[in-house]
């Protein structure tokens, strides 16, 4: 799964699934991939010396506890070795719920996976491994989750050349007086060439029409950031280039995701674990990639060679500055001293720049943007399933599942405080009304509005409960009539895992597959399957598995040339010495090269930008 995406979706990206920057020399988060050949990894086998967390717990005259993990770790691998199995015999489905077992099996586990260093490393090898046969997946064509649209930009990086046109570029150059920008613009033969190709590819205008289209759900959210942080609110359009404003894109090469296209190294404050993802959080990511982009201009003195840091990473540009002697972009560009992708990519999103300020001269006026995403947030300390949340505040899941893009799961964490965002005046209805729900089932039960026509016994069928169960909880009688308007608390079977995608149901007597199948509202068959059952014979205790993954984060969607790196700590900056400031135009900023800051690395300075390269 995605793992990363599980960790990402991490959602277990697979197994879930509805879905920086940089410096001195950051620690990079490595993204595994395998060739379209490779065979899945073995999980790398727990050191023979005792580890931190086993010292710890000896230390304490705790060898229950040590006991304890080291049993977890073996039911983790028992499950990850057979999520291989099917994987390698192609069947994704169960290898899918396979990883999604295990994965489950440690976060639900009890124990403390944050402060136990052994479980907290096994956790991530497990999700490191789960990544791997993702990227896998995808390259032999057959990931284990849908794409998302792929912008055709990054293929114009390596595949189009233009000859200078000097009537294209002063036709451009005079349309551009009229527009207004915060973010420097300027037109020459490279960005006019791109405006010309853009505004006549098929497939990039249409890619820029919903980009437009899905900006509208941030825009307003994204530029009040940007000018709070002190950038240029105009750099809101890098998001046309890295993901078409798509909050859960992902770079199958890199693992980079969100709007914003952050490795997942949790630089700049964005969380990430089994339950969440906040690169996937449209707010959080902005305002990381606003103080990132700050950062960069701090670093350069020119946004031109802020943005090629954030496409190739500010330690080579550094390193290109100190070589030429020139810290001006264009200057670079005519020197060849960067790749070519980032050569192509400040004036792509110049271009870009110049044709969202030019609606109508591009043939995007006509284009109407989505509403802008609005809601109240409740913070929540426990763990609520999302249809619950929907039942509470009257929504739909997909509507709440889409205001929480960051959410892996179909719950909120249950091991740290999560911020819920719900419907726009919802927020008191849903503090009301949660305090009926005891905080131990509120990842099973549901909440239900009587509607005019509805009976107990209707209701019950409907929710697959007990209408005998409903009424006891609501203090009403099995033969009372219930009228439209009413309020009822619904008690369902308990499940397992309370992870909010995989649930498993203990076998009562008398229980039939029929009955089992009925109640969770799934067929005979899926239960089989899922079960591996020979036949419909069951015996009371058994653990079945009653549902199917949830899968709420993305896979690896965004096919992209590019991929980031991410910054791992803070900037360490000082000033270059002995670079000649030769050159004082093109870049649409003072050309700063004899104060131009370096990373200060004992050995230079850093070479990752904040997504990794392939």
């Known amino acids: 799964m995605t793992l ?10 697979l197994c879930l699934g509805p879905l920086v920057m940089l410096v001195g020399c950051p ?13 899945a990894p073995a999980l790398p086998k727990p050191s023979s010396a005792p580890s931190a967390a086993v010292q710890a717990a000896s230390q304490a005259n705790d060898p229950a506890r040590a ?12 499950a990850y070795q057979s999520g291989v199995s099917n994987y390698r015999g192609g069947r994704l489905d169960a290898a899918r719920q396979d990883f999604d077992l295990a994965v489950d099996t440690m976060l639900a586990s009890g124990l403390d996976l944050k402060k136990d260093p052994q479980l907290s490393d096994e956790l991530e090898r497990l999700l490191n491994q789960i990544n791997s046969l993702e990227m896998d997946a995808l390259k032999q064509g057959n990931g284990l989750s849908p794409v998302l649209e792929a912008a055709p930009i990054d293929e114009a990086a390596n595949e189009v050349t233009f000859p200078a046109n000097p009537e294209l570029t002063q036709k451009l150059k005079q349309e551009l007086t009229i527009s207004t ?5 300027v037109i020459n033969d490279q960005v006019a060439g791109y405006i010309g190709y853009f505004a006549n590819s098929p497939s990039f205008h249409a890619h820029m029409l919903r980009s437009m289209e899905r900006a509208g759900k941030y825009k307003t959210m994204m530029q009040q950031v940007l000018k709070e942080e002190g950038v240029p609110q105009d750099l809101i359009y890098l998001a046309v280039a890295e993901s078409g404003f798509q909050p859960q894109a992902l770079n199958a090469g890199s693992g980079a995701g969100g709007i914003w296209q952050f490795m997942p190294t949790g630089a700049y404050g ?8 906040e690169r996937f959080d449209p707010e959080k990511s902005t305002r990381a990639y606003a103080k990132y982009m700050k950062a960069l201009y701090n670093q350069f003195g020119d946004w031109y060679l802020a943005m090629a840091g954030y496409d190739w990473g500010p330690g080579n540009v550094q390193k290109a500055v100190m070589r030429t002697g020139y810290a001006d972009f264009w200057e670079l560009y005519r020197r060849n001293a960067m790749p070519k992708e980032t050569k192509a990519y400040v004036p792509q999103i110049l271009a870009a720049v110049i044709m969202a300020k030019n609606p109508e001269k591009y043939g995007l006026d006509k284009m109407v943007p989505m509403p802008a995403v609005v809601y109240d947030t409740v913070t929540t300390d426990y763990p609520v399933d999302l249809r619950l949340v929907a039942d509470l505040t009257d929504a739909t899941v997909q509507e709440i599942v889409a205001l929480n893009p960051s959410l892996l799961r179909l719950s909120t964490p249950g091991t740290s405080d999560f911020d819920l965002h719900v419907p726009v005046g919802t927020k008191d209805v849903y503090l009301d009304r949660i305090k009926a729900i005891p905080d131990d089932k509120r990842m099973s ?3 239900h509005t009587v509607k005019p026509g509805e009976s107990l016994e209707g209701i019950a069928a409907s929710l697959h409960g007990r209408a005998s169960e409903i009424a006891e909880t609501n203090g009403i009688g099995l033969a009372d009539a219930v009228a439209p308007g009413d309020e009822l608390v619904i008690p369902l079977a308990a499940v397992s895992g309370g992870v909010g995608h995989s649930q498993h149901y203990t076998l009562r007597q008398g229980d039939t597959l029929a009955i089992v199948a009925d109640r969770f509202n799934v067929s005979p068959e899926d239960l ?5 059952l020979s036949s419909s014979a069951l015996k009371p205790g058994r653990v079945l598995s009653v549902s199917a993954p949830l899968r709420l984060a993305p896979a690896m969607r965004s096919h992209v040339k590019r991929g980031r790196a991410a910054v791992a700590g803070r900037t360490k900056a000082a000033s270059s010495k002995g670079i000649s400031n030769k050159v004082s135009r093109g870049s649409g900023a003072k050309s700063k090269a004899s104060s131009t800051h370096a990373a200060s690395n004992a050995k230079g300075a850093a070479t990752s930008s904040h997504r990794k390269k392939h």
């Open 4 to 13: 990363e995406n599980l960790l990402q979706r991490f959602g277990i990206a």
């Open 27 to 39: 620690k990079q988060y490595d993204a595994v991939q395998p060739s379209a050949s490779a065979t």
């Open 67 to 78: 006991r304890q993990a080291e049993r977890l770790i073996a039911q983790v691998e028992k």
């Open 181 to 185: 920008s915060d973010l420097p613009l």
């Open 270 to 277: 964005l969380a990430r674990s089994g339950w969440v993802d």
């Open 445 to 447: 039960w549901r909440f």
């Open 528 to 532: 089989r399957n899922w079960n591996h």
